[in-house]
């Protein structure tokens, strides 16, 4: 079963503009990673955040948790046509190294 | 560095034919994953593997088999493939509590 609900589902943006995807969940975590996963191809990691971690950055992403809404953003700065492709959250539980995926947003990016 | 490599890319199937998906990796990480991926489900995971010599069951283990007789591959094995198993199969490999590293995928096709 899924852990992650992202929302939405697909989001459709202007190059330049900022893109936000929102993931919930309903058990307690140790960590949320967000992954990218382009056409065809498999994911590829983005950008872990633990439990006592509020917010984190990488280059143009940031990513905020707040565990008590069970929810997690990540948001895309100044996107690129090349941002367009499905982005997912995973969650860790208790066991830590298995994750449990959410069904993804598909981000397009028109140049 | 391959990173992760899956063979084959692709694969046709008749209901009732048995095939083994390689995974192999080269970063020397103890945790293995195989997911499946279908559309409008995310990836769930169908075994993993902790170490060398271990295997457990994840989400949809059911007609399927894993082996992890070395530590850097993971094999799936179908023995009587069945069209429900229709799917884009993804490994992974990871430390523990890490960022997961994705493969290109295999897709298989059961007629």
């Known amino acids: 079963s899924q852990q992650g609900e992202e929302d939405p589902q697909a989001l459709s943006i202007q190059e330049g503009e900022n893109a936000t995807m929102n993931c919930s969940y309903k058990?307690?975590?140790?960590?949320l990673q967000w992954y990218r996963q382009n056409s065809g191809r498999g994911l590829v990691h983005l950008i872990l955040?633990?439990?006592?971690?509020r917010e984190k950055h990488s280059g143009r992403l940031r990513v905020t948790l707040d565990t008590s809404k069970k929810s997690s953003s990540l948001l895309i700065t100044a996107s690129r046509a090349a941002d367009t492709a499905s982005y997912f959250c995973?969650?860790?539980?208790?066991?830590?190294?298995?994750?449990?995926f959410g069904k993804g947003t598909l981000l397009t990016v028109n140049p | 560095n391959a990173g992760v490599t899956q063979t084959p890319k692709f694969r046709v199937l008749k209901t009732g034919q048995s095939m083994t998906l390689l995974c192999a990796q080269d970063?020397?990480?103890?945790?293995m994953y195989w997911y499946r991926q279908d559309p409008g489900m995310g990836l769930r995971l169908i075994h993993y593997?902790?170490?060398?010599?271990?295997?457990a069951k994840g989400e949809v283990p059911d007609g399927y088999n894993v082996s992890r007789l070395k530590k850097q591959n993971f094999l799936l094995g179908l023995e009587s493939a069945a069209p429900s198993q229709t799917s884009v199969y993804f490994c992974?490999?990871?430390?523990?509590?890490?960022?997961?590293?994705f493969g290109p995928g295999t897709r298989l096709t059961v007629l």
């Open positions: 970063m020397n990480h103890e945790y």
């Open positions: 995973a969650t860790g539980g208790g066991s830590n190294y298995k994750l449990t």
């Open positions: 992974a490999s990871s430390y523990w509590a890490a960022a997961q590293y």
């Open positions: 955040i633990r439990s006592n971690e």
């Open positions: 058990t307690s975590i140790n960590n």
């Open positions: 593997s902790v170490g060398e010599g271990t295997t």
